[in-house]
Nanobody, 115 residues
């Protein structure tokens, strides 16, 4: 059974930083891709960043230069480092992975950026 657990969200002032963590059970991030998505109130869920099993990363244009994704294989954890946060980054952030054509999601962690 694949389980993803996000942590690290919270309230931060604009310009601040947060690091989100996604710990996995039942799947190894070293051999499967993972991604971070976010969903702001009243908006659709959108892709923020991805990391392949080989370590290749990609981030959305809206967060490029501010956010980065990384992975610790020993801890089986994927991170989202968020710097220079803006009020428009306020959202619930979700971790995602796909195993055997099935998408798995964590419950999300709320990030609130105050102006």
């Amino acid at each position: 059974q694949v389980q993803l657990v996000e942590s690290g969200g919270g309230l931060v002032q604009a310009g601040g930083s947060l690091r989100l963590s996604c710990a996995a059970a039942g799947v190894f991030f070293s051999i499967t891709a993972a991604g971070w998505y976010r969903q702001a109130p009243g908006k659709q869920r959108e892709l923020v960043a991805t990391i392949t099993s080989g370590g290749r990363t990609n981030v959305a244009d809206s967060v490029k230069g501010r956010f980065s994704i990384s992975r610790d294989n020993a801890k089986n954890t994927v991170y989202l480092q968020m710097n220079s946060l803006k009020p428009e980054d306020t959202a619930v952030y979700y971790c995602n992975t796909k195993v055997s054509f099935t998408d798995y999601w964590g419950k999300g962690t709320l990030v609130t950026v105050s102006s």
